[in-house]
């Protein structure tokens, strides 16, 4: 199986598994264990108590689940999920950006109110973006189409960041843009090295799971 330097594993293996499947991209975990699942789920809870404000502590179990639901739906990776929350928004629930874009994973609402018509889905309007479990429930389902889209790690995340249509006009000159690729996957792997370190804790002959840039 061949590395390949421009993609990075999206769907989270099992640590078994892990090393053998790195160089392939978007990989789904059909047989993941409950207990990984749970231990995961757990990791993402304590990551989101430390980084949310205090005010949305109430929050944390839903958008933990929202997360892990997404991930297992979508087979996009979920610790990839939380990197891409802490670049856009750092943990901040009522987030806005320069566009418009609200929340964890700054989502513009015409871009919600679209992907939720093409998953036949009901919008109620932009306030259903300050809901931290809705804004990353709706911001996974947009990944997952950018993922179905472009099948790349770089285009997917370079869309999720400039949108499709810029990305694609690169993509048509032969350039992939890479800078928000390279931030998202230096906080992927950073989350990678904790989690194993998580895991490690709980039970000492875990495998690691650890990638780096090389990799990809």
């Given at each position: 199986?061949?590395?390949?330097?421009?993609?990075?594993?999206?769907?989270?293996?099992?640590?078994?598994?892990?090393?053998?499947?790195?160089?392939?991209?978007?990989?789904?975990?059909?047989?993941?264990?409950?207990?990984?699942?749970?231990?995961?789920?757990?990791?993402?809870?304590?990551?989101?108590?430390?980084?949310?404000?205090?005010?949305?502590?109430i929050?944390?179990?839903?958008?933990?689940?929202?997360?892990?639901?997404?991930?297992?739906?979508?087979?996009?990776?979920?610790?990839?999920?939380?990197?891409?929350?802490?670049?856009?928004?750092?943990?901040?629930?009522?987030?806005?950006?320069?566009?418009?874009?609200?929340?964890?994973?700054?989502v513009?609402?015409?871009?919600?109110?679209?992907?939720?018509?093409?998953?036949n889905?009901?919008?109620?309007?932009?306030?259903?973006?300050?809901?931290?479990?809705?804004?990353?429930?709706?911001?996974?389902?947009?990944?997952?189409?950018?993922?179905?889209?472009?099948?790349?790690?770089?285009?997917?995340?370079?869309?999720?960041?400039?949108?499709?249509?810029?990305?694609?006009?690169?993509?048509?000159?032969?350039?992939?843009?890479?800078?928000?690729?390279?931030?998202?996957?230096?906080?992927?792997?950073n989350?990678?090295?904790?989690?194993?370190?998580?895991?490690?804790?709980?039970?000492?002959?875990?495998?690691?799971?650890?990638?780096?840039?090389?990799?990809?």
């Amino acid at each position: 199986m061949k590395t390949r330097k421009n993609k990075f594993i999206i769907c989270r293996l099992t640590l078994l598994t892990a090393i053998a499947l790195m160089a392939v991209t978007f990989l789904s975990v059909p047989n993941a264990s409950t207990q990984d699942k749970d231990v995961l789920t757990t990791f993402i809870e304590e990551k989101l108590s430390e980084n949310l404000d205090q005010s949305h502590s109430i929050e944390i179990q839903r958008v933990a689940k929202s997360i892990t639901d997404g991930s297992r739906l979508t087979k996009l990776d979920a610790l990839l999920i939380l990197a891409i929350i802490e670049h856009e928004s750092m943990y901040q629930v009522d987030a806005i950006g320069r566009h418009g874009e609200i929340g964890l994973l700054q989502v513009r609402p015409e871009t919600a109110e679209w992907i939720l018509k093409r998953n036949n889905r009901i919008w109620l309007g932009k306030e259903m973006l300050f809901d931290p479990k809705n804004n990353v429930g709706i911001g996974i389902l947009y990944l997952a189409w950018l993922n179905s889209k472009f099948n790349n790690a770089q285009a997917t995340l370079a869309a999720y960041n400039m949108g499709p249509y810029a990305t694609q006009k690169h993509l048509n000159r032969k350039i992939i843009p890479k800078i928000y690729y390279n931030k998202v996957l230096a906080k992927y792997q950073n989350l990678l090295a904790e989690f194993d370190s998580y895991q490690i804790a709980l039970n000492p002959n875990a495998k690691p799971s650890r990638l780096t840039a090389s990799n990809y």
